[in-house]
């Protein structure tokens, strides 16, 4: 997609403004298929530097994650965010979600070629 869906940047700033992450959704971005719930980028951010903080090599890199980016455009309410944040996502490749436990995603709203409300689940039943 050349232009973000304008329904998905009106529901990534909800989730932005109302700092809230229980909006469930399902993307597809370049063919893959990605489920999870939304979070807001500073929320995302956050749970992205406590992990890296734990880890004895990766360490260094949290800081990244807890500076404030000053080209966050969730830094300003004006502008319309430039990506969707996922946390407890999964990638779906046939009847497994990679990984199992889900994981932190940032996706561009521009790469999203389709989407749908609600977090697909998977069973290998």
């Known amino acids: 997609m050349s232009k973000p869906d304008e329904l998905l940047v009106d529901i990534a700033t909800r989730v932005e403004s109302e700092q809230s992450n229980q909006m469930s959704l399902t993307v597809v971005v370049h063919g893959t298929v990605l489920t999870g719930r939304l979070a807001p980028e500073s929320v995302w951010r956050q749970r992205v530097a406590e ?3 734990e880890s004895e090599r990766l360490g260094s890199f949290s800081a990244l ?15 319309p965010p430039t990506h969707l944040h996922f946390h407890v996502a999964r990638i779906l490749q046939g009847a497994v979600g990679i990984p199992e436990t889900g994981g932190m995603y940032r996706v561009a709203l521009v790469d999203v070629s389709a989407w ?10």
């Open 51 to 53: 992990v890296l903080k």
């Open 65 to 79: 994650f807890t500076s404030g980016s000053k080209d966050t455009p969730s830094a300003d309410p004006e502008t």
């Open 116 to 125: 749908t409300v609600g977090d697909f689940s998977y069973s290998d039943r």
